[in-house]
């Protein structure tokens, strides 16, 4: 197939692609970031330049040819000391999608990097070296992954050129895996074994494993299904920012603008405003490219409605009969993110959607282990990169949802009052319910 | 081996491996849409945002969060490509109202003809409020023009970082919106939508706050700032995509034309300036193209006849070579790192 510019330039600008957004991980040694670089590399993203910067450096490092692994190498003082301390994102395109992906270092302060870079992530890539299987760190990343809502989980089971490509070795740890996500939250997951270093199975099928019959992961990635992941039908608008242009040409208008976090809304359709109960319809949705007659999540759009009611930022609107929770009190599982500990006695700064209320940590009912998922009820606190079920109260009502049902609105963070760091990161759940999660054992 | 970049053209992805026909793993046709049950579908509501508009509704909330959360915020504007498209998200995010916040230009006087030309008439044209400032103390030491790289250093360090810095602490701005990308290079990678700056200007790469969903630490103390990534997310082929979509204007300068440069260690630099120009150095005339725009004493061109948006975005995605190699001043390891701690953008 041949790639005239023109024909590049063509497929650029007559592309209409969707975009997905991925998380990888992976611990120290299990071929992470030599499967990234295989992606971009395989997929052309890399440049001549950059290739040649890497295989200098690898040279200047003792190896020869292009290490996979250096391309995704970020700041100096990561390359100084060989380890990643940061969630670095990557890009990459096919014709079908353009992926964002969000890549977690595997070791130091694994639990708040992976969080936030799930956080976003519609799919999560979990690695497994095919020699070791199925480790504890597998489970804590795949629990994670589940914890943080992702809808789809693709384990890659990688280093197949070390097992000698072995069917029998990929269906034991498909097998063994399988049995123990059953309990996860998540419903989709695929298996698939590979080889980053040599490139079977990630762009390429190579040559090495004729017995799988399954896509790649580039695949997968394009055609993963994820139109049902959107939350379609509960209509959230938390106002960011009212305009009040006050221009001549404008001088009434009142538009409040934002992002609609889930669901659709239409002109002439009937809305209510939270907190004050007042209903009113859409008059307008305004755009730079004109009005619409509808609009859908994640647009970013100005509302205008036919009453003057008294709105402004960190209030939502929402549908009659289909209203968040509004609470002053929620559960919700921490991740704890501070240098310091949690501490109940300490008055912290809590965003949720655009709203910004001051909240305190009131009861910490249970730590989770993240590596033998126990709940551990004797806990006082948690530190940093620890998790667990907490009950959040705050000075003024949220309009929440449950996360499993909302990732926008059932979603916030907890922030210092005094050294203003992000301490830490909360989904809330069901009050009073029974847990979630259900009872792990290992 | 050729290096192909960007969207589209990869040769070996799955519908050329399997086939026009194939749908995918789960044989379902991405291009109909089961509504859900129980859902109404509003009349031909879009029920999948493409990617630029996925981009572009997240950089208009980044917008706006900025106007609500900060006290006197400020948006950087460098005049190139990707200021060009920073520019009509600012104005998308808050139509029908002005931008409320003013754009910045760091003038380090040694910007090409075109740009100053340019960033006069859209100034004007739009409506905006623009700052112009100058590190004028730093213009009066500049070195000897007969060692561009040390021409360079000053450029970059005194006159567009100490420049910036003395610009934000002047006007007291507490949020500097910027247009650079991760994907740009290797630190940028790492770097935050909203990244926390100290009273220096700094960034500290080890402790940065972590970010997560769409849900953004604005909080700083007096003094502090953050700076504010809009098109973090945003490919260099998502910009040129978008500027054709969205009919935005960009500087001449990026169109090949007929131009006196003259050849130094393998970069076209221009030769309008002429105390720019070294011993022996004859001016030719080349028809070129410049990738990026930058000052004129480090930025340099490409041999390109691409006069067209179509022909330019043929070449950015079939080129072998990152664009910023073609800036002098960003070549060197970790450079971009080192700048950044220091205060640059």
Known sequence: MAHSPTDAAARVFGRKIELLRLATAGSVDDGKSTLIGRLLVDTKQVFEDQLQHVEEVNKRKGGTGVDLALITDGLKAEREQGITIDVAYRYFSTPRRSFILADTPGHIQYTRNMVTGASTAEVAIILVDARNGILTQTKRHAFISSLLGIPHLIVAVNKMDLVDWSEARFEEIRGEMREWAAKLEVHDIRYLPMSALLGDMVVERGDHMPWYRGPTLLDLLENLETSFDRNLIDFRFPVQYVSRPQTPELHDFRGYMGQIESGAVSVGEEVVHLPSGLTSRVQRIVTYDGDLRSAVTPQSVCITLEDDIDISRGDMLVRPHNVPRIEKEFEATVCWMGETPMDSSRRYHLRHTTSAVRAVVKELRYRIDVDTLHRDESAESLALNEMGRVIVRVQKPVFCDDYSVNRRTGAFILIDDETNQTVGAGMIWKKSSPAPEPEWDF | ?345
């Open chain 2, 1 to 345: 081996m050729r290096h192909v970049r960007g969207a589209g053209l990869a040769t070996n992805c799955a519908s050329l491996v399997n086939g026009p026909g194939y749908h995918g793993p789960l044989g379902l046709d991405r291009g109909a849409f089961v509504p859900r049950p129980g859902l109404r579908e509003p009349d031909r509501m879009p029920n999948t945002l493409t990617h630029l508009q996925q981009l572009e509704a997240e950089s208009i909330h980044i917008f706006r969060e900025v106007a609500a959360c900060f006290r006197n915020p400020v948006m950087l504007w460098s005049i190139g490509k990707d200021s060009s498209v920073l520019l009509r998200l600012a104005e998308k995010a808050f139509h029908p109202g002005p931008i409320p916040f003013p754009l910045l230009h760091v003038d380090t006087g040694m910007k090409f003809p075109e740009m100053y030309a340019f960033r006069a008439r859209i100034a004007e044209e739009r409506g905006f409020r623009l700052i112009v400032e100058k590190n004028e103390e730093g213009m009066a030491c500049l070195p000897d023009f007969s060692n561009p790289a040390r021409v360079c250093a000053h450029c970059s360090k005194v006159l567009k970082t100490e420049g910036l810095l003395k610009a934000l602490s002047k006007h007291g701005f507490d949020a500097a919106i910027g247009g650079a990308r991760r994907e740009e290079e290797r630190s940028r990678a790492k770097e935050r939508v909203f990244s926390f700056r100290d009273e220096f200007g700094a960034w500290d790469p080890k402790n940065q706050r972590p970010e997560l969903w769409n849900l953004y630490n604005t909080r700083i103390h007096e003094g502090e700032s953050i700076r504010v990534f809009p098109l973090s997310n945003w490919t260099e082929a998502d910009i040129w995509q978008y500027i054709r979509q969205e009919d935005i204007e960009i500087v001449p300068l990026y169109f090949a034309a007929e131009r006196e440069v003259v050849e130094r260690s393998g970069v076209l630099l221009s030769a309008q300036e002429k105390r720019l120009l070294q011993p022996g150095e004859v001016p030719q005339k080349v028809v070129c193209r410049f990738r990026t725009l930058g000052c004129m004493t480090c930025t340099g061109a490409v041999r390109s006849t691409a006069t067209t948006l179509e022909e330019i975005v043929a070449e950015a995605l079939t080129a072998t070579r990152s664009e910023r190699e073609t800036r002098l001043v960003d070549q060197g390891a970790a450079s971009m790192e080192d700048k950044k701690k220091d205060g640059y953008f």
